[in-house]
């Protein structure tokens, strides 16, 4: 699947009303923030990539992350319902993590965020 550029969080103030207005789950390798958005508004599923060279290190290690993340949301962005908005912030243990580990770290944070319909 792609990630379309209609599901990037461009904007400085869409990065803050997702911290500010949304909740969070902890993993080991990210922090996960999502928050719904209005009705009016598209009802597809963004995403923003976050990593902070306090948590990560220099340009290169975070842009590793940053894409790292974007695949793993790339791959199970079907997790996610449409309408919300994820924020995915890198940790420093997500370098250590193999792809295989960091997905089902994705899916397991997903799981109980958006726990599926029964």
């Given at each position: 699947?792609?990630?379309?550029?209609?599901?990037?969080?461009?904007r400085?103030?869409?990065f803050?009303?997702?911290?500010?207005?949304?909740r969070?789950?902890?993993?080991?390798?990210?922090?996960?923030?999502?928050?719904?958005?209005?009705a009016?508004e598209?009802?597809?599923?963004?995403?923003?990539?976050?990593?902070?060279r306090?948590?990560?290190?220099?340009?290169?290690?975070?842009?590793?992350?940053?894409?790292?993340?974007?695949?793993?949301?790339?791959?199970h962005?079907?997790?996610?319902?449409?309408?919300?908005d994820?924020?995915l912030?890198?940790?420093?243990?997500?370098?250590?993590?193999?792809?295989?580990?960091?997905?089902?770290?994705?899916a397991?944070?997903?799981?109980?965020i958006?726990?599926?319909?029964?």
């Amino acid at each position: 699947m792609r990630f379309r550029p209609e599901q990037h969080l461009r904007r400085q103030a869409d990065f803050s009303r997702v911290r500010e207005r949304g909740r969070r789950e902890q993993c080991e390798a990210f922090t996960l923030w999502h928050v719904a958005r209005p009705a009016d508004e598209p009802q597809t599923t963004r995403a923003g990539f976050v990593a902070s060279r306090a948590a990560v290190g220099g340009a290169v290690a975070r842009n590793r992350a940053k894409r790292r993340l974007r695949e793993v949301f790339r791959h199970h962005q079907r997790l996610a319902p449409p309408g919300h908005d994820l924020l995915l912030v890198a940790r420093t243990a997500l370098s250590r993590l193999a792809p295989a580990a960091l997905e089902r770290k994705f899916a397991d944070a997903c799981g109980k965020i958006f726990p599926p319909a029964k």
